[in-house]
């Protein structure tokens, strides 16, 4: 059973069985004495074979298997000895990649791209690629029946002209970019021709915005190492975005942009964030400006630039919730930080600034300001709206009901009501509302996303109240409803996914009161996420520093164990569904570690809990993450051949070579000397 001071980890004394294997015993957080003897050269070798043998060694490539390879060569770009090879296997696998109507071939030319853009002798050739990709101009127009060519005659006259062309890629790319041009001139002159022409200047759009995710791939490849180069490409990539939202208004299509996802790619590169500011700055759509303005907010804060993110945060015409919600607790750990976002918060205004100030209120209640929380939850319930209707209760939960749920959190927290009603009556009347709407279904209608994710909402806020039982009646209720809307009037066919993620809230409410048995109760009840529920209870209780009990449910999560009559089993006995596929299994030990440090937990303790999590099974994203805590930690670092060794050998990751790219990449990092590794052995 999960009990605050119980913990499940591997067992000395097991050390001959698998090591999934988890057992009880008197220390929290002790592990068996294995220890990894792998020395930074042999791992990186050992990693290197394993690439091979999951990508080159699988046999004749194919356009689906001809990216895997891309990507093991561009790893024998980092070493003199094998440079050339790689560089010139690079070619051959560009080559190979035809164009088809299935569009693999892209990934494959983003891949090189990537690659090549890391070395400064393979830039120009990078760019070359990135701004005449194939396929280029596949219109039904004839005279283009090979779009290179222009791309390639503009080249070689600047060849023609330079006696050192490779001297000057920006030269280069800016002439290169010409070209495109003529494609958007012809994607215009092909819309006012008529319909016969719309699926031509289709393509030449299509190909802008293909163009644009190169210039992207490069600059992240390039970023802070040739700033110059990387913000002439920023300029190209500026132009390309305005002919693409232009080409596709001329349509009579919705311009849409997705700017602020690709700012958040490129705003960890500090000489690039000036001229992204630019970029942003011109940007139409307010909703997309907001959040990308919020991107580069977040980056300047979390480097300390307190001036330059307000300055950034100045300028959003518009900033969501939900971005407010996601970035803003990170990095308001000062008050003044806090103060200076509160004024930009009220200088702003919008139909969004109570959310906003909710979102800060939280950040100030997370870092201990109770009484500096409390006002500004006051100054954020006086401006809602709530106040404007008076049929109070109903507009509550129908204002924003994330708002709401804010509300209902500071009543409970605080100890303290807004105009009468406490997180008692706002609770009840949110209670109502999800019922009334759930119940208010035809039966062969489809439960609606926002109504069921309402109800879960409501069944976490209820659980962290202790009312279990109006918690439970939802979730009987939500389960009914889904049952209808897949099987219709068959009940005995279930799918019970609605109910499970129902019964995940439930448990995390629980988690917020440390009640383990209700914990336990649901996890029972559930057929599926059962360690997606613990990974989030994982986190609940490492945040409120129960250590011990987060370590049991961290088990769960990487399904360790599982649960028969609220008893804990082990795996092999009676296992977990086949339909989930279990990937970063030790990511909720790693978040537990993460919890500890930030608790300033003894970093022994920490590091045993990060090898635990390695050992257990780690994807190539998290173990990303994990190598980047280790970063910032100098008495972490000694562990750094120990973690990546347990990554290479549980390899969860989806696609392995990328795990194994992570491994190399941290390996040349902590050891540059591996730059010149010898290869010749391999």
């Known amino acids: 059973m999960l009990e605050s001071g119980s913990e499940l980890i591997p067992s000395p004394g097991d050390a001959e069985e698998p090591r999934n294997r988890v057992s009880q015993v008197d220390d929290p957080i002790t592990l068996p004495s294995i220890k990894i003897t792998t020395t930074p050269g042999a791992l990186y070798e050992a990693t290197l074979r394993g690439m091979h043998a999951a990508t080159v060694g699988r046999g004749t490539p194919e356009i689906y298997t001809l990216k895997s390879h891309a990507e093991f060569f561009g790893q024998l770009l980092n070493h003199p000895a094998t440079f050339e090879m790689a560089a010139a296997k ?133 970023g802070n190492n040739d700033p110059k180069l990387s913000n002439k490409l920023l300029d190209i990539f500026e132009v390309l975005e305005r002919w693409w939202i232009e080409g596709k208004k001329a349509r009579g299509q919705i311009g849409e942009s997705y700017i602020s996802q690709d700012i958040s790619k490129m705003v960890e590169f500090q000489e690039l964030r000036p001229r992204l500011a630019q970029i942003v700055k011109h940007v139409r759509d307010v909703k997309e400006q907001g959040n990308a303005y919020f991107c580069l907010y977040r980056a300047y804060a979390e480097d300390g630039q307190f001036d330059l993110a307000l300055d950034m945060l100045s300028q959003a015409r518009d900033i969501s919730h939900v971005v407010y919600n996601s970035a803003f607790s990170k990095t308001s750990a000062s008050q003044p930080m806090r103060n200076r976002t509160l004024t930009e918060i009220r200088r702003i205004g919008g139909d969004q600034e109570v959310a906003r100030l909710v979102v800060v209120a939280n950040a100030a209640f997370e870092h201990g300001a109770v009484a500096e ?28 009901r994330h708002i709401a749920q804010s509300f209902i959190d500071a009543a409970r927290k605080l100890g303290r009501e807004f105009d009468g009603m406490g997180a008692e009556e706002m609770l009840e009347a949110m209670r109502k509302k999800a019922h009334a709407e759930l119940l208010a279904l035809e039966p062969s209608s489809r439960v609606h996303p926002w109504v069921a994710q309402f109800a879960d909402l409501v069944v976490l806020e209820l659980s962290k109240s202790g009312l279990y039982e109006q918690a439970e009646e939802l979730v009987t209720l939500i389960d009914k409803k889904s049952r209808i809307e897949y099987w ?29 048995q209700r914990i336990e109760d649901c996890l029972t009840k559930m057929g599926e996420f ?42 092999g ?76 050998h549980n390899n969860r990751a989806l696609i392995q070579q990328e795990q194994h790219a992570v491994i190399l990449q941290a390996l040349r990092e902590f050891f540059p000397q591996l730059n010149e590794f010898d290869l010749d052995r391999l």
Do not use: C
């Open 90 to 222: 690079l070619e051959e696998i560009y080559a190979a990649a035809v164009p088809d109507e299935t569009g693999a071939y892209r990934a494959v030319e983003r891949e090189i791209v990537k690659q090549m853009g890391k070395h400064p002798m393979l830039r120009q050739r990078a760019i070359e690629i990135a701004l005449s990709p194939k396929g280029y101009g596949m219109s039904a127009q004839p005279e283009r029946h090979d779009g290179l060519e222009d791309v390639r005659a503009l080249m070689q006259g600047v060849a023609d002209r330079d006696p050192a062309p490779s001297a000057d890629p920006v030269r280069l790319a800016l002439h290169g970019v010409a070209a495109l041009k003529n494609l958007y001139v012809s994607a215009l002159l092909n819309i006012s021709a008529g319909a016969q022409s719309r699926s031509g200047a289709a393509r030449d759009l299509d190909q802008i915005f293909i163009v644009k995710d190169l210039l992207l791939d490069l600059v992240e490849s390039i």
């Open 373 to 400: 929380a409390q006002d500004i939850f006051t100054e954020a319930w006086n401006k809602s709206r709530l106040l404007e209707i008076s049929g109070l209760l109903e507009d509550f939960v129908n204002h924003d």
């Open 488 to 516: 219709g009037a068959d009940a005995a066919r279930m799918r019970p996914e609605e109910r499970d993620k129902a019964y995940m809230q439930m448990a995390v409410g629980a988690a917020h009161r440390q009640d383990y």
């Open 530 to 571: 059962r360690p997606d529920a613990m990974h989030a209870v994982t986190n609940i209780l490492a945040r409120q520093g129960a250590f011990e009990s987060s370590f049991v449910a961290s088990a769960l999560s990487a399904q360790q164990i599982v649960h028969a009559d609220g008893i804990p089993q082990d795996r």
């Open 573 to 648: 006995e009676i296992g977990l569904t086949t339909r989930f596929l279990p990937i970063d299994q030790g990511e909720a030990l790693l978040d537990l570690g993460k919890a500890m440090l930030e608790k300033g937990v003894d970093l022994e303790r920490v590091g045993k809990v990060f090898k635990l999590a390695a050992r257990v099974g780690l994807g190539s994203k998290t173990l990303q993450r994990l190598v980047d805590t280790v970063k910032q930690h100098a008495e972490l670092q000694p562990l750094i051949v120990e973690l990546l060794a347990e990554g290479l």
